[in-house]
């Protein structure tokens, strides 16, 4: 019976109950007895039928959920492993399930707005929320754990029913995730019972189901309103589709981003039928932590979970996006697959020891691979992996402010309205290799909706879910621009002054490609030293001084003696110079042109006011300029002073810590910068003659450069060259 259809076997229970009674009814010959047999026949067939009934329907309830969460373990990190009546802890183990933050609101309470803190999980949140049958929008930025969440609401649910105490106070949990009803092709009717509950009714009956809704006794977990709503034609403004309006009409959860929501939210059909509005927060370091062990224990691979701990934690932006729950998991899956005792040389601007450029790149492909399964994508993975490249770089290249201080991008820096998104979208199909066969419209809306681009509240803006996505892109931009071949070099990746953390992640991709692709790296180290050696006004000076500090990265050993050779001449601009110098110290470990640079600005006041000028405006003192990069003569260096601190202080810097203690040097003998670092860094300014300390033989220009600078600041203590 159990493998019968249930309307099957309904019609068999009635048509044996029927039989048994007529043939009780013919054998025997008094009419008393004949109804008294009926009678008791008819009551034992119907006895059985109520008794089985409900455990052959609790077994088909119990296979119908086995066959959903089984769907689930495409989206997990782990094996799982399927016990009824232990669905959730399955999952968790599967998962590698660690609590989710969330915050709850009240939309329905007394015909006002309510607040309220809820339980430390999200997902017990949504269980209360579920078995009072209360409707609950999940709200949250890609990756943060909404789909976690719906999946272990759905797997709680199922254990519930699967108890026979809690059983009939559970309502029957159905999953649906919204995107699959256009991937797989199938009609949307005008009712929601004929596209959302097929396995259901072949499991526990057709009829059977329609009493559950009518009873309201059915609890909708919806996944991806946005996959939904992005693959098809949707009108915004009237807000959803009928069956998917219908749908949300019962009880049940819907798990959307939280920009979606905003665009969907004038439409009442939504607002009016949630009475909760739950928000998934972002892990804070004690989970992060306990999925690292998590992941570990599942490897066997325990004694390894402290170095990933280290590889993330001592990444201040990678620390930042693993945050969210899937990319802790992309990240965290990345790092154990490979030798997590190799660091790459130690001169990374950030101050991170750590190789990341790669582990970028394989989060960026996973993400983009297991977004992209959820519709037909148009776009390969490689595709929209560069056309990601060059919107960064383009939103970059718009967000340089000439005549402000510069510094590090804030967020709103790296924002490009709907129109600015179009246009990137068709410069880079019109300057594609290989004829692109899908429309503008198909790509701009694969690439705002199929990736880590998040839309503004009113859709007018859009952004790049964390802000080292966009900066690993831009250095990944720049570098396939160097690596062309057969072409003459643009200036243009070079021509805008990159910052700290997208010079780090070029400098990362530049040394792979020196260690891993002979070819590759030929071809970019003669796009640098074409940059380099332009004498006409095609190559801005920023861009020549980037290409000097780039090249010996990618350098050959004849290439290098060249380099040499133009930091010690006179001819070559004091700015290159200054830059080859720079680049040979950090990357081949050659002090000594550095030193002899330092030299020359301490008689060449061109030279000096190039160094302090770059550098005050690299990190925020002096307003950004597209072409003069001397120095301004203002007083504001206190973060040009913090950072030289930091370069003296610390061992990556090691190599340029000479140029660092000359830079202070000038600061201080300068009577209003000295008074404006009293003001705004005098600790800084306290604590600097215990970082001085004449211990570098192999560098003689630091010994030196400390030398002069504590004379310079015995002078000023005592009162005789300062007031």
């Known amino acids: 019976a159990e493998e019968m259809k249930p309307h099957v076997r309904e019609k068999i229970l009635f048509i044996a109950t029927l039989v048994a009674a007529v043939s009780a009814f013919l054998a025997v010959p008094q009419l008393p007895q004949k109804m008294a047999y009926f009678g008791l026949l008819s009551g034992v067939a119907i006895l059985i039928y109520l008794v089985t009934s409900p455990i052959l329907e609790w077994r088909s309830e119990t296979r119908y959920a086995t066959s959903t969460l089984k769907s689930f373990e495409k989206e997990l990190p782990g094996k799982l492993t399927l016990q009824p009546g232990n669905f959730r802890d399955n999952l968790a ?10 915050t709850q609101r009240s939309i329905k309470y007394s015909g006002r707005q309510e607040r309220t803190h809820g339980k ?6 949504l269980v209360d929320e579920a078995m009072n049958l209360r409707s609950t929008l999940i709200l949250g930025d890609p990756g943060t754990g909404k789909t976690l969440a719906a999946m272990h609401l759905y797997a709680t649910l199922a254990d519930r029913r699967h108890n026979w105490r809690t059983r009939r106070k559970t309502p029957v949990p159905v999953f649906i995730k919204l995107g699959d009803l256009v991937d797989s092709g199938s009609t949307v009717g005008s009712d929601y019972r004929s596209l959302s509950l097929p396995r259901l009714q072949a499991e526990i009956g057709e009829r059977r189901v329609h009493r559950l809704l009518d009873r309201g006794a059915i609890y909708f977990i919806c996944d991806g309103l946005d996959e939904y709503s992005t693959s098809g034609p949707v009108d915004i403004e009237p807000g959803l589709p009928a069956p998917i309006a219908q749908i949300i009409r019962s009880p049940g959860s819907l798990t959307a981003r939280q920009a979606f929501y905003d665009l969907y939210a004038g439409s009442p059909k939504i607002r009016d039928n949630m009475d909760t509005i739950l928000g998934i927060q972002l892990l804070d370091e004690p989970s992060q932590l306990a999925f690292i062990a998590l992941f570990g224990e599942r490897l066997n691979r325990q004694d390894d979970a402290s170095l990933v701990t280290t590889w993330i934690l001592d990444n201040a932006a990678l620390r930042e996006v693993v945050q969210r729950p899937l990319l802790l998991r992309l990240a965290t899956e990345v790092l154990y697959s490979r030798n997590m005792n190799v660091f790459h040389h130690p001169h990374s601007l950030t101050g991170s020891d750590h190789v990341t450029s790669d582990i970028y790149e394989e989060i960026i492909n996973l993400w983009v691979d297991r977004d992209g399964r959820k519709v037909d994508c148009f776009l390969t993975i490689e595709s929209k992996i560069d056309l990601l490249s060059f919107i960064a770089f383009h939103i970059f290249q718009s967000a340089l402010k000439y005549g402000k201080a510069y510094g590090q991008f804030e967020q709103t820096d790296i924002t490009m309205k709907y129109q600015q998104l179009q246009e990137l979208c068709e410069r880079w199909i019109a300057g594609r290799e290989r004829p692109c066969q899908t429309s503008l419209v198909e790509v701009v809306a694969e690439v705002q909706d199929r990736t880590f681009l998040i839309v503004s509240h009113d859709g007018s803006t859009i952004r790049f879910l964390h802000k080292s996505f966009f900066e690993y892109l831009c250095a990944r931009y720049v570098h396939i621009q160097l690596g062309k071949a057969g072409e003459q070099p643009s200036a243009e990746p070079l021509a805008a002054l990159l910052p700290d953390e997208v010079i780090d992640f070029l400098r990362e991709l530049l040394q792979m490609c020196w260690e891993n692709d002979p070819e590759g790296s030929e071809r970019r180290k003669s796009s640098l030293l074409t940059l380099l050696q332009m004498k006409d006004d095609a190559t801005p000076l920023i861009a020549a001084q980037q290409a000097a500090n780039l090249l010996p990265i990618v350098a050959s050993l004849d290439v290098a003696s060249e380099l040499r050779g133009l930091a010690f001449s006179e001819v070559t601009h004091p700015f290159i110079r200054r830059a080859i110098c720079v680049g040979l110290a950090l990357h081949k470990g050659d002090s000594k042109p550095l030193g002899s640079f330092v030299d020359e600005m301490n008689r060449n006041v061109q030279a000096r006011s190039f160094h302090m000028g ?18 301004d003569g203002s007083p504001k260096c206190a973060r040009f002073f913090t950072q030289c601190l930091k370069h003296v202080s610390t061992s990556r810097y090691r190599e340029i810590s000479a140029m660092a203690v000359a830079s202070i040097r000038y600061m201080i003998e300068d009577d209003e910068r000295l008074m404006y670092l009293r003001e705004y860094v005098p600790d800084d300014l306290q604590r600097l003659p215990s970082l001085l300390t004449c211990d570098r033989p192999d560098i003689e220009a630091y010994d030196r450069e400390c030398c002069h600078l504590i004379q310079v600041l015995d002078q000023v203590a005592s009162g005789r060259s300062r007031d």
């Open 120 to 125: 430390a999980d999200a997902v017990e949140g």
């Open 614 to 631: 770059y550098n005050r405006m690299y990190y925020g003192d002096q307003p950004l300029s597209i072409s003069d990069f001397t120095d």
């Open 93 to 102: 183990r599967a998962s590698l399930y660690v609590p989710l933050r969330y």
